[in-house]
């Protein structure tokens, strides 16, 4: 099995080398001298930093994870979210999964979907602030990222009505009820354009790192009842269609897809899309294991996007112990990241909140899928998603340590796939004293510094730097400092001596 370490170490050439170490010239105004100077070549270094997504969801369906209760103040929700980027720092994480949009609904300002009945009890009413803004300005200060997390057709779970403009409430024959829950039928053209609406404000208004949907699509099937789309399927074939209705339903999720895809990319294309499936990939299966087919019941075609490049990311939802067999981690992980796209990457999505539960589900557990994880890392495996954060709020077992400790070296989220070609500019870094006075010049906005310190013949990522950093004191030493853009890129490094 690989291990992390030599993911942890970003080589370069040594320190006291200037073999192939670039540099560059500046020109600055001595206070001193009413001329203008030539201040001495920059040296520049080439580092790496390590690459690994770190992410917890955060549930806020049913009040699961936020907020507590439906009755808070503001300031007591504002509070619960510091400590919910609290946590995730503490835990190294380095991304949040926020649900924004449970159910048709929204935890933050849209003109387009009603407030959240878990912000007040009541689907509609203001809660007073933005929460999704206030999580993202708390988690960015923390060099966190922000994903928007969006159930893209479940129009009610827990709320008691739907008011406008619910979809529900201005368009009730293009939603049904089906088990405990409604959902919105994929098949109308209708309902899928309201999803890529609300995807693209978001996109445009909130400085997200990405837009991320769950594996509810047509809705997992109640025994003997049918979805009753049978309306929207009579009227495509009546109209010409000739697909079977499975394939129609699966043209439909899958139209859906490309148009968000396409939406998110044409808006803001350093903003990751992806989708967490559910973990057992079909129609096709790894030797041994058997469960659930999405392919046929959920009608997603999860390695079709994936071929057609219409998601960066699969999460596939691996919700089972690495012992048991019908479903064990490791033939899934190797199967998921042996049919990626290249540039693109597979999280694994683990059951965090079973955590303690029973016997299968020690802490040591999700430390061995970690590793398994990481083992695939050279294939397209690019880290973990662990659901759901309750038991990092509780540190639960000591799993908040634990995970400080399994993500002990700071490391960035993988590079978009669209990154390939780009190059970012490296930063300026001026000594002041015992200070490091850092900008970002680069077109391309940002998302950090990276901070290197000395290590054998090259250099290990010390620190990730929010992008807002302006000063910062390392101690002394000699130093490189990198800039890194919202695309995931990263710049050559400027080495500095700090006395």
Not at 328 to 333: D, G, I, K, Q, T
Not at 346 to 351: A, P, S, T, V
Not at 435 to 452: E, H, K
């Amino acid at each position: 099995m690989m291990h992390l370490l030599p993911l942890l170490l970003a080589c370069a050439q040594p320190a006291d080398s200037d073999t192939d170490t670039g540099t560059d010239s500046t020109t600055s105004t001595d206070s001193g001298d009413p001329g203008t100077s030539t201040a001495p070549p920059r040296e520049l270094v080439p580092v790496a930093a390590p690459r690994e997504l770190r992410g917890v969801w955060i549930a806020t369906v049913w009040n699961i994870n936020f907020p507590s209760s439906q009755s808070l103040s503001v300031s007591a929700q504002q509070a619960e979210l510091q400590a919910l980027v609290d946590t995730a720092a503490d835990a190294h994480l380095n991304a949040l999964f926020f649900q924004v949009r449970p159910e048709g609904d929204a935890l933050y300002a849209s003109s387009l979907e009603p407030w959240s009945n878990v912000l007040t009890g009541t689907q509609g009413q203001d809660p007073g602030y933005d929460p999704l803004q206030t999580l993202i300005e708390k988690a960015h200060a923390r060099n966190i990222e922000v994903h928007a997390w969006l159930n893209p057709y479940r129009a009610k779970a827990a709320s008691s009505q739907q008011v406008a403009p619910h979809l529900a409430a201005i368009h009730p024959e293009w939603v049904y009820s089906y088990g405990s829950s409604k959902w919105m039928d994929p098949g109308i053209v209708g309902v899928r354009q309201r999803l890529v609406d609300v995807c693209s404000d978001l996109v445009s208004r909130y400085e997200l790192d990405g837009v991320h949907f769950d594996d509810y699509f047509y809705p997992y099937p109640e025994t003997g009842v049918p979805f009753p789309d049978s309306a929207t399927y009579d009227a495509y074939t009546a109209g010409g269609g000739t697909l079977a209705l499975a394939d129609w339903r699966r043209q439909n999720v899958t139209s859906a897809i490309a148009d968000v895809s396409a939406a998110v990319a044409s808006i803001d294309d350093s903003v990751r899309f992806g989708v967490a499936p559910f973990g057992i990939p079909a129609p096709d299966k790894p030797t041994g294991i058997s469960g659930f087919d999405q392919y046929a019941q959920l009608y997603a075609d999860t390695q079709g996007w994936m071929d057609a490049g219409l998601v960066d990311y699969l999460a596939p939802q691996l919700y089972w112990p690495s012992t048991q067999s019908a479903q064990a981690y490791e033939p899934l992980m190797a199967w998921w990241t042996g049919h990626v796209l290249p540039g693109h990457y597979i999280f694994g999505g683990n059951y965090l909140s079973e955590l303690g539960s029973a016997t299968k589900w020690p802490l040591s557990e999700f430390l061995t899928e970690a590793e398994i994880t990481r083992s695939y890392a050279d294939q397209g495996a690019g880290g973990n998603i662990w659901y759901q954060i309750a038991p990092l709020l509780e540190n639960r077992l000591g799993v908040k340590s634990a995970f400080a400790t399994l993500y002990a070296t700071p490391a960035l989220t993988p590079p978009l796939a669209n990154s390939s070609a780009r190059t970012v500019a490296p930063p300026n870094v001026v000594v002041s004293g015992d200070a490091l006075q850092l900008s970002y010049v680069d077109a391309a906005p940002a998302r950090a510094f990276t901070l290197y310190a000395p290590h054998g013949e090259g250099w290990a990522l010390e620190r990730v730097l929010p992008a807002d950093t302006t000063s910062w004191t390392p101690g002394p030493g000699r130093w490189a400092v990198a800039a890194v853009s919202r695309h995931g890129v990263e710049s050559q490094a400027v080495v500095v001596q700090v006395p």
